[in-house]
């Protein structure tokens, strides 16, 4: 079965440089979710997006943006990096006619290690 | 979204019935539990979800206590490919629900 699938699979920027994820939801899944994983801590939600529209937002700092396209996609761009920034970003999706009904679940993908040096 | 308390690390015998237990006394109800597990540096992975009534999928099974301020997964027989970090979640709907510390569980041969 097709999963969620992240672009690329690692980076290495230097700080100051710009970067950009993608997320590529399972097919029929409108609902995208994007999570930051620093070393040795717990996923952090920073954005979700349905139907192309933000819908929820979480920790995500005012240098990262993202959006989500016609075809269902999302890119996650992240400029002024800092070494902090240093990584792992995971994207997962949903189904649309469960959105934000209780009773459904989120599929992830492999995620995105990102460095900054 | 409800609060949840798990212990921070378990061992299990390969082979046996790891039972991992959450504490969730805040929730309310309408919130689901969910559990993930996210094996080293992969993406989380969905296990199993139940609102109140006992569920059981080919990974897991969920008991949710009556007045389901607790929670068990029980993984019925542990392999090594178990180890990995449990998580409990009770929310309303959407992941905006922060992930918490999680459950560090080590299966041993």
């Known amino acids: 079965a097709a999963g969620v699938i992240q672009s690329p699979r690692h980076l290495i920027k230097e700080k100051r440089e710009t970067a950009t994820l993608k997320c590529y939801p399972i097919?029929?899944?409108?609902?995208v979710y994007w999570y930051q994983q620093g070393p040795g801590q717990d996923p952090q939600f920073l954005i979700s997006f349905y139907e192309k529209m933000q819908s929820d937002k979480g920790s995500i700092p005012d240098r990262f943006s993202a959006q989500q396209f016609s075809d269902y996609h999302s890119e996650l761009n992240m400029s002024s990096l800092e070494l902090g920034d240093s990584a792992l970003y995971f994207c997962?999706?949903?189904?649309?006619?469960?959105?934000?009904?209780?009773?459904?679940?989120?599929?992830f993908g492999q995620g995105t290690r990102l460095t900054v040096v | 979204d409800a609060k949840t308390t798990q212990p921070p690390s378990m061992d299990c015998a390969e082979g046996r019935a790891a039972n991992l237990p959450c504490n969730h006394s805040?929730?309310?109800?309408?919130?689901?539990v969910y559990w993930y597990r996210q094996i080293h540096s992969q993406g989380p992975q969905y296990i199993i979800h139940?609102?109140?009534n006992n569920e059981t999928n080919e990974m897991a099974s969920l008991i949710i206590t009556e007045d389901r301020k607790s929670s068990t997964l029980i993984l019925p027989h542990a392999t090594l490919r178990d180890t990995a970090v449990y998580y409990c979640?009770?929310?309303?709907?959407?992941?905006?629900?922060?992930f918490g510390a999680g459950t560090r569980l080590f299966v041993k041969a």
């Open positions: 979640i009770v929310n309303t709907g959407g992941f905006k629900t922060i």
């Open positions: 097919p029929r899944h409108d609902t």
């Open positions: 805040t929730i309310s109800g309408n919130e689901y």
């Open positions: 997962a999706s949903s189904g649309s006619e469960h959105f934000r009904v209780q009773n459904t679940e989120a599929f």
């Open positions: 139940g609102l109140k």
